[in-house]
């Protein structure tokens, strides 16, 4: 017989490569393609496309429709989106502009009013109040504005993919602005005003370039996800506390009450509710604001928030002339701004950077809170962008978003201005009636501009209650969102740190709140990891086997004795939180109660759902494995490599270098390597009897003659491990008799007499456990069986081949490889001696399911598929016999193998 070739046939097929994904087709049905030279501009809607986004385009409602300029329409900067329009439009093409900038006009004349109101409300306040800072809420006013723009037009000229978005300052900086100008004024004095003004208008400039840079790097590195794994309930608690901060300073704005005298005492209590004069200030703003809150919970139109408040100062002035009021003792009394600066230029901020008056010492000491704003400002864009993609069913890309946020704040420190970002509100709200192109976003930078030239003295017209309104509308609104709205939708542990974050920084400043939080969160995060359970199964080896295909009666043994291994399956990070319910849990397993009834000879713990170890953790494994040797029982760590953090947590402590430690990859071989362990003691016992009693009883001689028939075994096999006495100790006793029961009862004597009686030696040895192997019955078998003696790497078949028979396996291994999905990793499966291979398929006919190759030299026995239906019709009493011990073979062989594809998940 010739020997088989070391290759197959029928190699495995490679994998096709995808096909290139289709151009789109133009609406007379020809092929369209896209080109640096292509027209963009054609009609209206191929010019909304521009305007729209980059990369994506949209139609009116805001749905994503196929890119219509391809991806070099993604321009990250204001000069490539520039070069771009110019390099694609024509002339007769941009006659459509008009026609955007006409349906535009509503959107931009609502984030124009947005814009005043929010340039009034919170840049009036980006200064404190009082002291050195007294008359710069116009600075702040035209501040705000030059940040508006700068983002606006960063966003416009396609940094941002939503065509509309609209750029402002970030409103929860204010808090830490007036913490930084508070800071810089204690520590170089008050008797030194132009340094203390030059010192903090540097530190907002430098929150911007800090803001600007972080924000770049995340979007470059794409690391923007990143941002998303931090404690959603650590930014509500930090959001809540700047909605208490906005009341608090609604209070002061209305009452000109200075932010170092507000404090939670009584004094302040009477200052603010028993002063008829300070509460007829605030109390009307606060109502305003509540008002405005009841009437937008019923009606949800979005012109009702601007035209609410263009009617407020309408009715003001309305009674101011009915009563005939003077204009300039109502601004004495605090009921309007009192805008000493009003004449002063937009540009006026500037006049106060001055290097050298800077004081460089103070700046360095309010780096701690600058890194604090600087967290802080980090989390919105990450959050406010999916949220804002939802609501406008709009696909972007969060890391080109933060890249944007990046070059508007960068180039707003670079103009000395605030931090800036993309508005959520603002956004939707222009979006919803006609801003949705680049078009709006352009016009609306300009009649920001207009605003910005016109100054600031038109403030001084505006009454106080107005901003201290809105500034109440919008703490209102936090405190709502942190408090009201997060009641049912979070554990009692988070709901008490967002509240306990809140009174943290009510009653000292945001930096330590911040911490607080993470300290807090820190806290609970080891008390919840510590009650979750790092044990996901614990159980005996008989629950599980090997894919290892073995003879019935090794099988039946293995079964039996793995009542000694013990499984333990962990989850999760093992820390010290974690870790000692694990090691309370080994160490019931060998207490004297427990230990009586099922002695442990292996403990195998599978940690390829642990996610990593600690130091304290790996101790622990260290404690365990002491007093685990101390009963001669083996722990077997699976699931990792040495090179794996896990692995190189446990071999820091040299757990893994220890006597009595073995470590596998995967579960699998650990339970063959155990299960080969058993087998070996049985046969090892088998020699040691005959030595010790003789060859002169006939029953020794037989059980002696067993040895030879022990297979060999797959894997890793090691040392004899089972060092125990044969025979005298409670586990070797019970090994002894389960082989007696199961291996010695299903060897037939007659076998063991006939060495030579092939092929029917190897049909006892597959089928003795299955039912009766009659020599007679069985004789004309040999007849269709063809043997073949296979070298190492042999490839008998491929996945997916046409069977051409089957196959006993006289000696060697075999190996299948089963390959299900594509991102799976495969099953494995040995076949030793006295198995079968190829079974199911040869009889169903059908295509094989696995690859099988040679792993170790073997000898087989081939049943061909022709020489199959031809003993059915010869010897058709043999044919049902036989397939009936074919199929009972099989059908324990797949379920071992689907209970082994069970325990992965």
Known sequence: MATPTQEHPNPIPRRRAAPPPSQPVSPNGAQRRYSERSHLLGDLEALRTIYTTNGHATTTNGHVQPDAVGKRTSKGTVAGWGRHILKRAHADELKHIPALA????????LGTLLNILDGISYGMIAFPAAGVFTGLGGVGVSMFFVSAIISQLVYSSGGSGFAGANGSMMIEVVPFFHILAN????????????????????????SSLLTGLTFFLLGALRLGSLIGFFPRHILVGCIGGVGVFLIITGLTVSTRLDDDEFALSFETFKYLCLNLHNLSLWLPAFALAVILRVITHRYHHQLIFPLYFIAIPIVFYV???????????LRETGWLFDMDTADDPWYRFYSFYDFGATRWSALWA?????????????????????????????????DKELVAHGYSNLLAGVFGTVPNYLVYVNTLLFYRVGGDNRVAGFLLAGATAVLLFVGTGPIAYIPVMVVGALIFVLGIDLVKEALWDTRHRVNRSEYVTILSIMVCMTIWDFVMGVLFGIIVS?????????????????????????????PGSHRAYIREVSKQTTVMRLQGFLFFGTIAHVEETMRALVQDAYWQDSPTRFLVLDLALVAGVDMSAAEAFVRIQRFLSAKEVVLVFCGFEPEAPVGRALTSVDLLEMEGVELFSTFNDALEWTENAYLRAWFDSQKVESRTVGMSVPMRHARQRIDPACPALPGRQGGIILRD????TPRMSRLLEAGWETIARDTSPEMAVNEDAEPFATLV?????????DRELFRPLAAY???????EGYVLWTQDDEPDGLYLIESGVLRAVYHFAAHTPDTEESMVAGTLAGELSALSETARNATCIVERPAVVWKLGVAALRRMETEHPELARTFTRLLLKAAKLDYDILLSSLATRQ
């Open 785 to 791: 069986l063809e043997r073949m003696a296979l070298p």
């Open 319 to 329: 009674v101011v002339a009915a009563a005939r009021l003077n204009l300039g003792k």
């Open 102 to 109: 006409v349906k535009s006009l509503p959107a931009v004349v």
């Open 366 to 398: 309010t780096l701690p809170t600058q890194f604090a704003l600087l967290f802080f400002n980090i989390l919105h864009p990450p959050l406010n962008v999916p949220a804002l993609a939802v609501s406008l069913n709009h696909d972007v890309n969060t």
């Open 183 to 206: 800071d810089i004024a204690s520590q170089i004095g008050e008797d030194h005003p132009h340094e203390i003004i030059a010192t903090t208008i540097v530190a907002f400039a430098l």
């Open 522 to 550: 820190c806290i609970f995060f080891v008390v919840q990891s510590s009650r979750r359970q790092s044990i996901r199964a614990l159980h005996t080896g008989e629950t599980v086997m090997s894919t290892v295909r073995r």
């Open 725 to 728: 006495d044969f025979g005298t």
């Open 765 to 773: 040895k597959t089928f003795a456990s299955y039912g009766e192997v």
